[in-house]
Nanobody, 124 residues
Framework: QLQLVESGGGLVQPGGSLRLSCAAS????????VGWFRQAPGKEREGILC????????NYADSVKGRFTISRDNAKNTVYLQMNSLKPEDTAVYYC?????????????????WGQGTQVTVSS
């Protein structure tokens, strides 16, 4: 069964950094566009950034531009989300997902495989 597993979440103070990992099993991530999404309590799931399957195109939500970056390590079959200058409003469960599309889309309906999520809490 295809599986995505996120890790690296936790509690961090405002202004701090975290790096989330998304590791895949039973399939190859570099054959997919990979996206990161988040969902805060009482809010809809939000697409925040993604990287196309060829790695050449990224797409960022305005809320994370200049603070978050996405990268791939194909040898490890893993995609990373580097989060800097974290704010309390970044608190959410973060999910990674895989899509067959070659476009760097933040639309969750384009994604067929999802991880279980990892909690990120930004608080002093």
């Amino acid at each position: 069964q295809l599986q995505l597993v996120e890790s690296g979440g936790g509690l961090v103070q405002p202004g701090g950094s975290l790096r989330l990992s998304c590791a895949a099993s039973k399939f190859t991530l570099d054959e997919n566009t990979v996206g990161w999404f988040r969902q805060a309590p009482g809010k809809e799931r939000e697409g925040i950034l993604c990287i196309s399957k060829n790695g050449f195109t990224t797409n960022y939500a305005d809320s994370v531009k200049g603070r978050f970056t996405i990268s791939r390590d194909n040898a490890k079959n893993t995609v990373y989300l580097q989060m800097n200058s974290l704010k309390p409003e970044d608190t959410a469960v973060y999910y990674c997902a895989a899509s067959f599309t070659s476009r760097a889309t933040l639309n969750p309906v384009a994604y067929y495989a999802w991880g279980q999520g990892t909690q990120v809490t930004v608080s002093s």
